[in-house]
């Protein structure tokens, strides 16, 4: 009989764990047992609720509920016990006082936003985000009132105070850009932040908060597509934002969190929720008059997802490492971008800021050969897929030239850091080996101009 051992990883009880305290329970524990906490005889796994309504018996309780003097749920667009049970799950794995999960990253990140500004708002962001975000600010939150500056996060300090008006209402980044792959100096955002008094918003998805926590870096609100790694599975749409409970929103730039809410029996969101007075008015206001919100069924498979987080991660982060090593060395790539690489400028952010010392598992790589290689080793592909997709457990590519940049003209594709010989990798938790062997036999189709 094989006896277990514990010596060879010296792994001991940790002390700061009481584990009758589940809020000190270790990441890892959380991932599995955070957010449903089962009663005698109940479910151990996350039952699906598949109700949109909920019994009472007496109209005074109901009206509590409507005028937020009591908590509960009313109808499944503003709250359901799975869904709050995935909320609940990923506010203990950021650190948060709470959350709002939705029906997809682009409507957390909407959410998060309309929270906090008004026509006549002004936003900086960083013009390093994903595509999506991107055109929610330029295209469609202009057309509503709200401005932003897109400025270069690699810009000093100095510049970068330039982009503040008196009007702006917060700053807002991505921890790892998608699809330029840059990490944010979170020290000169919160820097800036605290200067101009303005709440920090961060999109942690390509990251994850096994890799990095961001509420303690300074930033105040956290925002994820939940589609990617938080799911892992490509399954299902989902987002989810996160309150730091970290700011102080009356500083008088945000009378609506503050003054009374005729809506809501005139409920001051900072008097009545205190820490939570963000996510509470964002639920109260924003899911019930948008709409977008979580299913129950896909925050059953969020859930799921997470329960494997700190898995998957250093795993698709050992993968991405290797993968990127074997490109930068091989003569038909032109150029790899991987923050984990040795030779990437981000690696130094990984090491001041990141738990987990990895680069989560996208890559891009430029591959010689115009055009005609591209298709050919894409065509090549055994193990990896072409999917517009990140974070999936399966190893996939994508070339943003013909897909997700299609749309714009090479000189303005160029100016987002999009090089017509990009290739994105998201890769995989598969075996390495294989990884590495699919993208040389392709590599070597896409050379000899194969078919
Ligand atoms: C995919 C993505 C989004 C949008 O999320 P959806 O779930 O596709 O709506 C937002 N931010 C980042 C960084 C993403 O990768």
């Given at each position: 009989m094989t006896r277990i051992s514990s010596k060879k990883k010296n792994i001991?009880?940790?002390?700061?764990?009481?584990?009758?305290?589940?809020?000190?329970?270790?990441f890892a524990t959380k991932c599995l047992q955070a957010g449903w906490k089962p009663k005698v005889?109940?479910?151990r796994v996350l039952p699906?609720?598949?109700?949109?309504t909920y019994k009472y018996e007496d109209v005074d309780d109901v009206e509590r509920l409507f005028a937020l003097k009591q908590s509960g749920n009313?109808?499944?667009?503003?709250?359901?016990p799975t869904v709050a049970a995935f909320e609940s799950k990923i506010t203990e794995l950021e650190g948060g006082v709470g959350a709002v999960a939705t029906a997809s990253g682009q409507a957390a990140v909407l959410l998060a936003i309309s929270n906090l500004v008004k026509a006549g708002d002004h936003i900086v962001a960083s013009k390093t985000i994903y595509g999506g975000s991107y055109t929610l600010l330029s295209v469609r939150l202009s057309k509503l009132g709200i401005e932003t500056t897109f400025i270069?996060?690699?810009?000093s300090i100095a510049e970068l105070r330039?982009?503040?008006?008196?009007n702006t209402k917060l700053i807002f980044g991505e921890?790892?850009?998608?699809?330029?792959?840059g990490i944010l100096d979170f020290e000169k955002f919160s820097k800036l932040a605290k200067e101009f008094d303005v709440p920090f918003l961060v999109d942690n998805t390509l990251a994850t908060p096994f890799l990095v926590k961001p509420l303690k870096l300074g930033v105040n609100v956290v925002i994820h597509s939940a589609t990617k790694y938080i799911d892992g599975h490509a399954v299902a749409l989902g987002g989810v934002v996160i309150d730091?409970?970290?700011?102080?929103?009356?500083?008088?730039?945000f009378p609506d969190l503050v003054e009374p809410d005729a809506q809501y029996a005139n409920t001051s969101y900072t008097k009545k929720f205190g820490r939570a007075a963000f996510i509470t008015k964002a639920r109260a206001q924003y899911l019930r008059d948008f709409g977008a919100a979580l299913s129950p069924f896909n925050a059953f498979l969020l859930n799921l997802g997470l329960e494997t987080l700190h898995l998957r991660m250093p795993q698709h982060s050992t993968n991405a490492l290797a993968l990127a090593e074997f490109l930068s060395k091989h003569?038909?790539?032109n150029w790899v971008s991987y923050?984990?690489?040795?030779?990437?400028?981000n690696l130094k952010r990984i090491r001041k800021?990141?738990?987990?010392?990895g680069g989560s598992g996208v890559l891009t790589f430029g591959l010689k050969g115009g055009r005609a290689a591209i298709r050919s080793f894409v065509k090549a592909l055994k193990v990896a897929a072409l999917v517009?997709?990140?974070?999936?457990?399966r190893t996939s590519v994508l070339h943003p030239a013909t897909?997700?940049?299609?749309?714009?003209s090479p000189k303005d594709r160029l100016a987002a850091g999009?090089?017509?010989d990009m290739i994105r990798v998201s890769v995989g938790i598969e075996d390495p080996r294989d990884i590495i062997a699919d993208f040389e036999q392709a590599i070597a189709a896409s050379t000899k101009g194969g078919k």
């Open positions: 001991s009880a940790n002390s700061t764990t009481n584990i009758t305290d589940p809020s000190t329970w270790n005889g109940e479910p699906i609720f598949q109700s949109t009313k109808y499944t667009r503003t709250g359901n270069d996060p690699e810009d330039k982009a503040f008006r008196p921890t790892i850009g998608n699809p330029a792959l730091g409970g970290n700011y102080n929103w009356e500083n008088g730039k003569p038909a790539v923050p984990g690489l040795k030779s990437s400028p800021y990141f738990d987990y010392q517009v997709h990140v974070g999936d457990a897909s997700t940049h299609s749309q714009l999009i090089p017509e």
